[in-house]
Each structure stands twice: as structure tokens, then as C-alpha cells.
């Protein structure tokens, strides 16, 4: 049974109030805060009032949904009426939003109780959590190794056992390596099947909210609650929406599985290389089929990413300037130092570099040089995906190339840091639904995540997959001893 349903079970019979379980986490949460560091903000007060309104509803002998009562996590870039939404950086230290994103709409309306925001590299930015402005949050399984990024707060909360599940974003892997490194369930749903209205963009092409959770039936309950079309988000898909728990089997007969080979060569660390094996072992005793295939231009996909991804972050950033909102730097004669000093006060090392890479690769003599010629790149990566889904149901690769690294290993190279989103940005890029799951450990303890990849809209055939594989294999069991 799942951490959702058990405690909805649990609410449901009685045998805990809301307040209870709500107050058991905050407590959680008090315990282990000191050395994770996964919440920017912790909304206890409001989660307690929350959890009182439910219990009186139980009282009053109402029926409740499945997340009616279930504390969760937000990321910090998913705006929270009169909640702060920082995106963890000092431009947006103090901002309040007047409004409430739609996928936080949602859960409130299903009942859920907000725990508080999460950490995360500052405006989304990042694979290690460590360009917040606020803190880097720790692994659970190791606090000197990071938690990934850039949802770490999200995945070390849900791995730590400060929240039933969470909701994370993924650019270019921000859900999935993050639970990879943390030994979660992550999901990043096809481009347009989850409503980015009030998620604080990066790249907006590629941005995508999605579940991270203990186990894949958490998962999928929580992305049934904030899947749908959405008028006010004009790349929402307006499609009929399944339940995602009935997609769950025991065995994968018929299915046909598909490695890609361009995954598993030079620079993947030799256990998590052992895991996917093993993996790909227990696929085929549950009936799949696996296939090695070739997706010719994945590796491309790194620096295909880094063109397109910067270019529209320098766009979206740009609001970011002193005079509506957020930060505003002190000690300017004039506009135009304003903006200036206020963007190098605001903006951390990170993001001041993508937004100069994005306006590079724009500028006047250098869009059809670089922009374009990635965005061509990305209809090639788009059909290489396209000709292996007419081969196989599910791609299987790992989530990243190794377990979590040391805290301050790669921040002095940023090429080095890039690298840990090989695996997972080519999804993105062709706007495909990527979910990683627990495969095993390395010698040091540390998680080592499988990633599978479907065709679009099909998060079902993914969830039947990561079910079956998940019930066969004891990984989701293991729990960090912190």
C-alpha cells in the first residue's frame, strides 16, 4: 500500500485524525531540518488550520478524496497565495504572490494540506541544489553528497519522510535526477499534460510540473490530481484524462522494452551501469521483451539544451529589472544603474550565466548560428524518439550517469555539473513523459535511479512498467537512517 493511501486508510477508520499526521510531519520536519535544509518555508500554523478543517468534516461523517488530509511539499517556483515563492534567490527574497498557481488550486481543492516550500537552485537553474540562494539541501542518504537538482528540496523531503509526496519542476531533469540521487519516484509528465500557470518560468518550452513520491501508485495519484487542460495556460493539452492507478499489473507480457545504446557507454559509473543490467533482467522475467536500439542524436541533447533552455530564460528573467516587483537594488542615480545593480545584486552566479549565454545565442548575427540550428537539432532528437516508439513501448536508460556526488565537487565546473542531465534532457526536449525509479545502491549506500521514457501521453504504459518493476524488487523499501 502507498504512503496516500495508508494514510488515507488511516483517516478514514479513524485511527488518526488529520491533525495527528499533520503534526507527526512538522515534527519530522523540526528533526531533521537542521541538517537537510529541504524547506525554504514551513507553513505549520496554516497546515495545522488546514488539517482541523478536515477532521471536522470527518466528524461531520463526509466522505473525503484520496489526498483529502495528506500533507505534501511545494517547490519554491510554484506561486502560493499570501505564501512567499522565493525560487530560492534574493530577487525574490520577500515576494508574496496575489495569486495561487493552478496545480496548488488543484491540491487544495482535493483536500491536500501544504507543509511549505521547498528548496531548489535558485529560478530553477542547477543539478545539486547548491546555486540556492538560501542553503544547499543535503542528501539524506549522505548529508556531505547532495540531494541533486534542481527539485533537491522537494526529493530529500519526500526521501527524509517530511511530507507524504511532493511536487517538483523538471527543464532538463529537475524531478528525475533529484529522485534518482534521493531514491524517490519522480515524474515528469508529457509537455503540456500538467498547467504551468503560476510555475515561475525558466524555459517555457520545457518547463513541466510533476510528482515526487516514495512509490509509483503515490506518484500516480498525484498526477490524476493535477493533470488537465487549463484555459488560462495557452500550452495546455485539452485531452481526456485516464486514472492512472488502474494502469497498474503485476507482469509486463507483451511489452516490448528498448535500451538505448548511446546511454550506457564511457562515463557511466560501473554500478549504476550493473544496476541497469540487473534492471533490464528483471524486466525480462516479468515478461518484457527487451530490445537495444539507437537514438542517434541523444547526445546532442546536452548542448542543444544549453542553447535553447538560456535563450528563453534570458526572455522570461527580464521582468526581473527593480520597478514592478521583487528585489530592488539601493544607491542609483539613474534607471538604467538601477537595473544594472539590481541584477547583479539579485541574480546568483548561475543564472547571471545562463541569462548571458541566452542573449548571446539571440543576438543579432548569432540567432541562425546557434537558436536555430538547436531548434533543428531538436526536431532531429524528436524523431529518433519518434522511430524508436514505433519499435518499442518504453526506452529504458539511467536517470543520470552516477549516484549523487560530494557537496562542492562540481560548483567550480560548470561543464562537469551540466553532464549529470545527459540522460534526462532529450526527453525534454521532445516533450516526452520520463519517469525514474529506484534500481539499487551503489557500495557507498547511494541510489542509483532507472529512468524509463514513453511516447507522449502515455504516463499509463510508464506507470504499468515502474509498478510492476517496483513490486518485484525491494528497493522502495529502503529507507535512509537520518
Not at 530577487?91 to 528548496?119: C, D, R, W
Not at 511530507?163 to 509537455?191: E, H
Not at 535553447?308 to 530592488?328: H, K, M, Q, T, W
Amino acid at each position: 500500500m502507498s504512503v496516500i493511501q495508508e494514510l488515507h486508510r488511516q483517516l478514514v477508520r479513524k485511527e488518526r485524525s488529520a491533525t495527528e499526521i499533520t503534526q507527526a510531519y512538522l515534527d519530522r520536519i523540526a528533526q531533521v531540518e537542521p541538517t537537510l535544509h529541504s524547506f525554504l518555508t514551513v507553513t505549520g500554523d496554516r497546515a495545522l488550520a488546514q488539517a482541523a478543517e478536515v477532521d471536522k468534516r470527518l466528524a461531520a461523517g463526509e466522505e473525503i478524496g484520496l489526498l483529502t488530509g495528506i500533507p505534501l511539499a511545494i517547490k519554491d517556483n510554484l506561486c502560493t497565495y499570501g505564501v512567499r515563492t522565493t525560487c530560492a534567490s534574493k530577487m525574490l527574497e520577500h515576494f508574496v504572490p496575489p495569486y495561487e498557481s493552478t496545480v496548488t488550486q488543484k491540491l487544495q481543492a482535493a483536500g491536500a494540506i501544504m507543509l511549505g516550500k521547498t528548496n531548489l537552485d535558485e529560478f530553477a537553474m542547477g543539478s545539486s541544489t547548491e546555486n540556492s540562494a538560501f542553503g544547499f539541501t543535503a542528501n539524506p542518504w549522505n548529508p556531505e553528497r547532495v540531494s541533486g537538482g534542481s527539485s533537491g528540496g522537494s526529493a530529500a523531503a519526500v526521501a527524509a519522510g517530511e511530507c507524504a509526496a511532493a511536487l517538483g519542476s523538471d527543464t532538463g531533469g529537475s524531478i528525475r535526477q533529484p529522485a534518482a540521487f534521493c531514491g524517490v519516484v519522480g515524474l515528469k509528465p508529457t509537455y503540456g499534460l500538467v498547467s504551468r500557470y503560476g510555475l515561475v518560468a525558466y524555459a517555457s518550452s520545457l518547463d513541466q510540473v510533476g510528482p515526487l513520491a516514495p512509490t509509483v501508485t503515490d506518484a500516480a495519484i498525484l498526477l490524476g490530481a493535477i493533470a488537465g487542460h487549463d484555459p488560462k495556460d495557452a500550452t495546455s493539452l485539452n485531452v481526456p484524462l485516464p486514472d492512472y492507478t488502474q494502469a497498474f499489473k503485476p507482469d509486463l507480457k507483451g511489452m516490448r522494452i528498448g535500451v538505448i545504446q548511446e546511454t550506457v557507454g564511457e562515463g557511466v559509473q560501473a554500478e549504476v551501469k550493473s544496476a541497469l543490467e540487473a534492471a533490464l533482467k528483471t524486466l525480462e522475467e516479468l515478461g518484457a521483451t527487451v530490445i537495444e536500439l539507437s537514438c542517434p542524436r541523444f547526445a546532442y541533447g546536452l548542448p542543444t539544451y544549453y542553447i535553447i533552455a538560456p535563450s528563453e530564460a534570458s526572455a522570461n528573467l527580464a521582468r526581473y529589472d527593480g520597478v514592478n516587483f521583487g528585489f530592488r537594488a539601493e544607491g542609483a542615480s539613474d534607471l538604467l544603474e538601477m537595473y544594472m545593480k539590481t541584477r547583479a545584486q539579485g541574480f546568483g552566479a548561475e543564472v547571471k550565466r545562463r541569462i548571458m549565454i541566452g542573449t548571446y545565442a539571440l543576438s543579432a548575427g548569432y540567432y541562425d548560428a546557434y537558436y536555430l540550428r538547436a531548434q533543428k537539432v531538436r526536431t532531429l532528437i524528436k524523431q529518433d524518439f519518434a522511430r524508436a516508439f514505433d519499435q518499442v513501448d518504453v526506452l529504458v536508460c539511467p536517470t543520470a550517469p552516477t549516484t549523487a556526488f560530494k557537496a562542492g565537487e562540481k560548483t567550480a565546473d560548470p561543464l562537469s555539473m551540466y553532464l549529470s542531465d545527459l540522460m534526462t534532457i532529450p526527453v525534454n526536449l521532445a516533450g516526452l513523459p520520463g519517469l525514474s525509479l529506484p534500481c539499487g545502491f551503489d557500495q557507498e549506500g547511494l541510489p542509483i535511479g532507472l529512468q524509463l521514457i514513453g511516447n507522449v501521453l502515455r504516463e499509463e504504459t510508464l506507470f504499468h512498467v515502474a509498478y510492476a518493476y517496483e513490486q518485484a524488487t525491494p528497493w522502495h523499501q529502503r529507507q535512509p537512517s537520518l
